[in-house]
């Protein structure tokens, strides 16, 4: 390879951001970091580029692997919310130590009449909807857990819109 033109060697790469990053670095003098889909390799690389005096010295790492287990998690991801959002109950994963709210699926809404937002904005609100005969034994049984967030009872909540419905709440850590 040493005298000819990486072009000729790798004729593959024209036309590909590889040859575009390539040419940035070369042409503003800059090292350049980024990842793509070889066609010479036939793989994902970690590209490092540093230009230097005598041309360009570049590094490879193959993370084909790494990009196959990112798409598996995406895949993963998208089959768990397809199924947390179509399912009838409310379904929500927190830390109660800092009462962060990861995720909560829209049967709230449905069921609670309460937009999404308001439970990720401020997660103590939900405890407001409690009809307010249920909520001091509410309260109470969740101050009395021992195990880390496992709760099981039924109470009342108020809507918005004056409604009122039961409600059974399973709290379990993960």
Request: proline letters at 6%; hydrophobic letters at 40%.
């Amino acid at each position: 390879m040493i005298g000819r033109s990486i072009w000729d060697v790798f004729y593959k790469l024209k036309g590909t951001p590889m040859e575009q990053q390539y040419r940035h670095a070369m042409a503003e003098r800059v090292p350049v970091a980024f990842e793509a889909f070889s066609p010479v390799a036939e793989c994902w690389l970690d590209i490092r580029l540093f230009p230097s005096g005598e041309g360009l010295a570049a590094f490879l790492r193959d993370i084909s692997a790494r990009k196959d287990n990112e798409e598996k998690l995406r895949q993963s991801e998208d089959q768990f919310r397809q199924v947390v959002e179509s399912i009838e109950e409310v379904f929500w994963m927190t830390d109660p130590a800092s009462d962060k709210i990861y995720y909560i699926s829209p049967a709230y809404e449905r069921i609670w009449g309460r937009p999404l937002a308001s439970l990720y904005e401020h997660p103590p609100s939900w405890m407001d909807a409690i009809h307010e005969d249920d909520r001091e034994r509410i309260s109470n049984a969740i101050a009395a857990d021992t195990d880390g967030g496992s709760y099981d009872a039924e109470y009342r909540i108020r809507r918005p819109d004056g409604e009122v419905r039961w409600i059974r709440d399973r709290a379990f850590p993960v």
